[in-house]
């Protein structure tokens, strides 16, 4: 799968909102995704499969570092390349605007997740125990990584 990467508008929030609470519950309300598409200090980059959402990204930038605020994939478009497809938008976001750091948080246990990350050269940097909350489960320690883009990546294939 190839999915068309471009940037989400506020229209387009519902779905945004819709996907999240499926990936991530319980997600982040529609006026969030609006508020985040309208914020010259973030960009929100969609997947698209067709006509179907397969994905997004919420990215914010401050000074010379950005940081990976949510990503998610849509049930149906997993294990289809619509991940790699999204970090590679978001590094290419960040070369464009000078980025020297990316950040972003993941939880210790999304082994397909960490694969990922660490495939694109991302790097543990910090722990943050018991920082998610899940209703039915124990807390989960929050892995805190970062990949300097200025140092170049090697080729994602």
């Not at 200090?41 to 570092?65: H, P, T």
């Not at 605007?97 to 940097?125: C, D, H, T």
Request: proline share 4%; hydrophobic share 50%.
């Amino acid at each position: 799968m190839h999915p068309n990467i471009i940037r989400a508008l506020a229209s387009d929030a519902a779905d945004l909102a819709a996907l999240h609470a499926q990936a991530l519950p319980p997600g982040w309300p529609a006026a969030d995704f609006a508020a985040s598409c309208g914020n010259a200090n973030r960009i929100v980059l969609k997947a698209m499969d067709g006509a179907a959402l397969a994905g997004f990204a919420v990215l914010q930038f401050a000074a010379d570092e950005a940081e990976i605020l949510s990503i998610a994939v849509a049930q149906e478009a997993r294990r289809r390349g619509v991940a790699q497809a999204m970090m590679k938008a978001c590094v290419a976001a960040c070369e464009e605007k000078l980025i020297s750091y990316l950040y972003l948080e993941v939880a210790q246990g999304n082994g397909a997740a960490l694969k990922l990350y660490e495939k694109f050269g991302f790097r543990l940097l910090a722990h943050r125990k018991n920082y998610y909350q899940a209703a039915r489960s124990a807390p989960v320690t929050a892995l805190i990584m970062r990949l300097d883009i200025k140092r170049g990546l090697s080729p994602i294939d």
